[in-house]
Structures are given as C-alpha cells and as structure tokens.
C-alpha cells in the first residue's frame, strides 16, 4: 500500500538521508499557503481513493512518493495552513493489532548516504535485499498454522487480511519445523517471472497487488497471481544467519536466498545492479540494507528504525516545478516552448528544462510556473514531459510574445525582438545539420552577440583569435581554436553552406551553383524531383531574397566554392 512513513526534512541530516526533501519553503503568505496546501491535499486523497476504493492507480508510484514527499515537506514549512489529515490514505489504520509493528524504511537516495550509514555502524554485520515492489503484509503462524494477517496500516493497527491471504497460494498455510509461534513479515508482489527493473519497469506491479486487496469480494483467480517475498522474521533467532537458516527449514528458502552479507559499498553496489538488472521474479524499487542484529521485536515501533534502510532506485518519472515558461522563436519564426524547473535527478542527470512543443499545445495543458509536472528520459538522455500533475490553485500570469506569422526569411540580424530567432539561425548554422563548426554551440554564439562581434549571419567568419579571447568565457586556447574551426569553414561543401543558411528542404532537386539556383523560378523549381508547387514557392523566395542575396554576394567574396 501507500507507505506513509516520512522524516519531517528537518530530521533528514541525522539520518544520513540524501533524500530530495523540498526543505525550502515557498515563498506563499498563510493564505496562498492554505490554497496550495488544500489542492495538493485534494489530489493525494483523491488518487488514494482510487487507489483504495477503485483498486487503480491514477499516477505512477514514483509520481505519488514524490508527491507526497513535497505535500509533507509543505506542512512543515506551514503547519498552521494544515488541511485536515488525509481521508482515504490508503490503509492508514485499521481495527486489527498486528503482532510486530511494521518500522517502515528511512530512504537513502545516493551512494555518500549509503556510505555513511555504514560507516556508522562500523561496517559489521551488514545485509542487503532487493526491496520489493508491493504490498507490506505481517503473517502470525501459531502451532505451524496461518492464524492471521494484518496489513501494514500505520505500524500498529491495520485491516484484517486473513480471509483473503489464505486464499494466496502462494502464502503458506502451514509451516513445517516452526516454532510454537512465528511472525513474518514481507511484501505480498505481483508474479513477474524474469523480471528486468532496469528494462521493464514498475509496471505499476504495486497497484495491481492493491487492487486485487481492495476489491469484495476477493477474487481467487487474480490471487494466483500474487506472490510472497518474507525480508523478515522479527520473532527469530538474534542472529542472520540463524534466522535465514530458520526461514529455509519451515519451506521460504526462495526469500531466504535474496538476503545477503555485505562487507563495503562495492558489495552493496554489486548485489544492487545485479537486482536491477538481472531477472527476478517480481517488481524491485530499490535494495534495503540491514544490520543482522536489532533490538528485539517487542520494542520496534512505527517509525523507521536506524537498523534498516532502503536505498531506492533512481525514479523512471520524476516530479519537478515549473518555475517559468520560456518562449523560443526558432530560426524560421516558430515558437516552441521551454519550461524552466527547479532541478531535479532523474536517472542520475539534473534536469532544468523540457520542451512542451508548441504554443498551441502549451495553450491546451495552461501549465503556469509553481504546477508541479511529471517528466521521464527518452531514449535514455532527453528530458520528456509527460504530464501536468496538479496546477496551483494561484494561476501565475504569463507574458505571451507576438504570434504574428512569419514566412522564416526575417530576423536575420539580432535586433529587437528578433534576437532569439537569429540565435536560433546561428545555432542552425553551426551545428552538424550545417557546418558542424566544433566548438560553436548556443553558448558561444550568445558571448559574441553580447560581446558585439557578430551583428549579421556570417560576421564570424574573419574573428581573429585576439578578438575572441577577450570575448567572457571564452580564453586564448579556445579562442586559437574557435579562429582555426571558423577558418576552415570556407572549404565546407556548398550543399552544407546552403543548409547552414537556411535552405528550404529541396528534395532530390539537382544544386549545382549560387547563379544557377537564384535563377530558377518556382515553375523551374517544381520541375525537379521531389519538389511540389508549395516547396516551390518556398524555394523560389529563399534564393530571390535580398538579405540571402547578400550573405551568397559574402561568401563569394571570401572565395567559398559554389557562390
């Protein structure tokens, strides 16, 4: 279920928690404050209503941590704005005393972390698991016999699971060699044989589990689908090993397998990437690291305890607030957008930004700085944009730049309101769909604008290397380097310097030189292959254009071939 059990951010540091805590508080006053406060709170309880009483899950379990993360680091930045507890936590609490209280896990979110809770306990006697993806579950065996089931609830109290659990096959009924009475405690997980994390995912394992858990009457069928993974045995003997022996005689040696010892953070390291990435039988989020001795079983509590801790998995989805929407004109007029967010990892890369496209689909999501969005990587590398999570209740105004259509032939110098399409057209021109001019990338083209040495396509070309190392950021070796790259660029072939200038796509139209091209007229143009009556027209313009004109009369001059 749902795992309730957070650090208030202001107790993380003795903890040894790299947890991404939103410990700044917003800059709200006690009535905004209470506005946002209630719309997170509202949407939490509405995804733990679908949660529980749909047995679905609206959101990724990655996306409702975070969010819930960020609904409590809230409520400590502004406890007197706090709405009433949340109504439909999924199993918050329930009428059934579990045997053991379920401790929960404090999160460890880096390798420094893991290190230092280590380091803490002197490096002995250490364990790790993989930490499965499901559902928590306390088993009380008496006489060898299922007497109970309880559900994680809030530690102490939950839901009366015995009916429905007895119909898992895959949870034992009856134990062979157990003592007079056994506590178990594990995770009921959704059957996934060969499972991959690193490939397949969540898959939204943990909500199925749930759903099947929520859902009068149970159904059987899906039971057989749920498995049973048992990462303790609070009643067993003090020692690990013991108690990994215990579990294998009363017939969970497949549980018993999945816990090993570790000596250093290479080990744990090892055992981690070997459980994301190779297979196992059900969904992991992460490993969970143990000291083989604790305190007894009758003193655990509801909290996490400083024995045990999990260190999660970097999230498939990550939760990010916007803190601004940038407008950007490209090198043809069309505007895409941009949304700055306050940094977050995803996979271990800092994400500051991500395209949303369009204005127009912009427009259809009204996605405003403060909203909170979920963002994934695609192919690995590219911040994706997913989804508007919630919105704040305070819509933050915009400024929307002028949408009057243009025909991409202006801007092509950086004047007023034309500077971010004419960067665009340099950043066009220097990357490897032009010139592939190393070294010259949005950055640098920004300095020499700023810096005053570039007012016009092609007013790079004759930079010396004294005139870019006094340009900031850029020094005298880069400087050397930036003249000899833009030197070089003169014996670039023509098609490239027709790209690099903005050349509309001309199919497999033959280009043969600068005079024959600026002579064509769009019947001549639509004449060649895989040129139709619209590119024809678009061409036609671009070669008759007297600023395109004027740059082709430039490259002539500086003896490019083709002009």
């Known amino acids: ?19 991404p805590c939103h410990a700044v508080c917003p800059a709200w006053n006690a ?7 209630r719309a997170l709170h509202d949407q939490l309880d509405g ?18 941590d975070q969010a819930l993360e960020r609904y409590e680091s809230w409520l400590v930045c502004f406890p007197a704005q706090a709405p009433a507890p949340l109504a439909h ?8 005393r579990a045997p053991v209280a379920q401790t929960g896990l404090a999160k460890l979110y880096d390798a420094a972390a893991v290190q230092a809770w280590m380091d803490a306990r002197g490096g002995r006697d250490l364990w790790v698991q993989p930490k499965a993806d499901g559902v928590a579950v306390t088993l009380l065996y008496v006489d060898g016999r299922l007497r109970q089931a309880v559900s994680r609830g809030d530690g102490v109290r939950g839901s009366d699971w015995t009916a429905k659990v007895q119909r898992i096959a895959a949870v034992p009924k009856q134990l062979p060699q157990a003592p007079a009475r056994v506590v178990l405690q594990g995770e009921l997980v959704w059957r996934l044989p060969g499972h991959r994390q690193a490939q397949d995912g969540g898959v939204r394992a943990r909500a199925d589990v749930a759903g099947a858990l929520a859902r009068e009457p149970f159904d059987g069928r899906v039971g057989e689908r749920i498995d049973l993974f048992v990462w303790d045995w609070p009643s067993g003997p003090p020692d690990m090993r013991a108690r990994l022996a215990g579990l294998a005689a009363m017939g969970l040696g497949a549980s018993a397998a999945l816990t090993e010892p570790v000596r250093d953070l290479d080990e744990v390291r090892r055992w981690r990437d070997r459980w994301y990435r190779g297979a196992l039988p059900f969904a992991t989020d992460g490993t969970v690291l143990r000291q083989g001795g604790r305190p007894p079983a009758a003193q655990w509590i509801a909290s996490p305890p400083d024995w045990a801790v999990a260190w999660k998995y970097p999230p498939a989805q990550a939760l990010a607030t916007v803190r601004a929407v940038d407008f950007r004109r490209g090198r043809r007029g069309r505007i895409s957008v941009v949304l700055e967010l306050e940094p977050v990892v995803l996979d271990d890369r800092t994400v500051r930004r991500v395209s949303v496209g369009s204005i127009e689909h912009w427009r259809r999501l009204d996605v405003r700085p403060g909203d909170q969005v979920a963002l994934s990587l ?23 730049p002028d949408e009057e259509a243009r025909d991409g032939l202006d801007c092509w110098h950086p004047q007023a309101g034309c500077r971010r399409q004419f960067l665009a057209r340099l950043v066009w021109l220097g990357g490897r769909q032009g010139l592939a001019l190393d070294g010259a990338g949005e950055a640098t083209w920004s300095a020499l604008i700023d810096a005053g040495l570039v007012h016009g396509l092609l007013d790079w070309m004759n930079l010396t290397p004294a005139q870019l190392a006094v340009v900031p950021g850029i020094g005298p070796g880069r400087a050397a380097h930036l003249a000899r790259t833009f030197a070089r660029s003169r014996g670039k072939a023509f098609t490239s310097w027709l790209a690099a200038l903005g050349m509309p796509p001309a199919g497999k139209a033959s280009l043969p030189d600068w005079r024959s091209l600026s002579r064509r007229d769009a019947a001549a143009w639509e004449s060649e292959p895989g040129v139709g009556p619209g590119r024809a027209a678009q061409l036609r313009a671009f070669f008759h254009h007297p ?4 740059l082709a009369d430039r490259l002539h001059e500086a003896g490019v071939a083709g002009f």
């Open 378 to 400: 695609a192919g690995l590398t590219i911040p994706r944009f997913d989804a508007v999570v919630w919105r704040t209740r305070e819509r933050a105004a915009v400024a929307m």
């Open 31 to 37: 009535q905004r404050a209470s506005q946002e406060l």
């Open 47 to 64: 995804w733990n209503h679908a949660y529980r009483t749909d047995g679905r899950s609206p959101v990724d379990d990655a996306i409702y």
């Open 547 to 550: 600023e395109v004109q004027r």
């Open 1 to 19: 279920m749902r795992k309730p059990w957070r650090y208030p951010c202001g107790l993380l540091a003795g903890l040894w928690l790299a947890a």
């Open 89 to 96: 936590l999924a199993d918050a609490t329930g009428p059934v």
